[in-house]
């Protein structure tokens, strides 16, 4: 069973700056898993912000950017705005599988 | 304009099967490369993906639910099926579909998603 790590909870001055990661328990994230990224506040359904890695939809704000870091897919978000205060998650795609990873809750403070 | 919706019933007993449906448009099941998802998220929960069908008919099941999962689609009337055998309490959570752009593995609409709770 393949298992995808985020950091539980993360914590961010407005204005600053801060990386959230994706890791996986098959080794380091390469491209090849297609790294997404989504936005989930409270009561709404999932946003997608960022699509294999590093692409953008043409709805997601410009502080935010996808990487690889490390071995991991990361999502990091700048200029950190109140609004930002959410639970992202990843999804990677293992072929025919995909796995979301566990969430991380952002709070901006 | 990318829109997508489930329906099915808000409460299922315990044993019962859920049959959820999720109706799409401005895209079309046949194209190369499109892919419908579901995902489920348990109250206070993560995310876990159920299922996916792609444009050519091929189907992938999450390894842990496959012997209770079935997805289907109907692409002249721009809907997937999805049942779910042997539903238990710990199946409660909010259903979502979603959309996948198999040619960049983009997944970029979502339904709103559909509360199913299982009580007897």
């Known amino acids: 069973q393949t298992v995808v790590t985020q950091e539980p909870s993360l914590t961010v001055s407005p204005g600053g700056t801060v990386t959230l990661t994706c890791a996986s328990s098959?080794?380091?994230?390469?491209?090849?898993?297609?790294p997404n990224w989504f936005q989930q506040k409270r009561g709404q359904a999932p946003r997608a912000l960022i699509y294999n890695t590093s692409h953008k939809h043409s709805w997601t704000p410009a502080r935010f950017s996808g990487s690889l870091l490390g071995g991991k897919a990361a999502l990091t978000l700048s200029r950190v705005q109140p609004e930002d205060e959410a639970d992202y998650y990843c999804l990677l795609y293992f072929g025919a599988l995909q796995v979301f990873g566990g969430g991380t809750k952002l709070t901006v403070l | 304009q990318v829109t997508l919706r489930e329906s099915g019933p808000a409460l299922v007993k315990p044993t019962q099967t859920l049959t959820l449906t999720c109706t799409f448009s401005g895209f079309s099941l046949s194209t190369s490369g499109m892919c419908v998802s579901w995902i489920r998220q348990p109250p206070g929960k993560p995310l876990e993906w159920l299922a996916r069908i792609y444009w050519d008919d091929d189907k992938s099941y999450n390894t842990s639910l496959k012997t209770r999962l079935t997805i289907s689609k109907d692409t002249s009337k721009n809907q997937v099926v999805l049942t779910m055998t042997n539903m238990d309490p710990v199946d409660t959570a909010t259903y979502y579909c979603a959309r996948t752009d198999g040619s960049a593995w983009n997944t970029d609409y979502w339904g709103q998603g559909t509360l199913v709770t299982v009580s007897s």
């Open positions: 098959t080794g380091a994230v390469t491209s090849g898993y297609y």
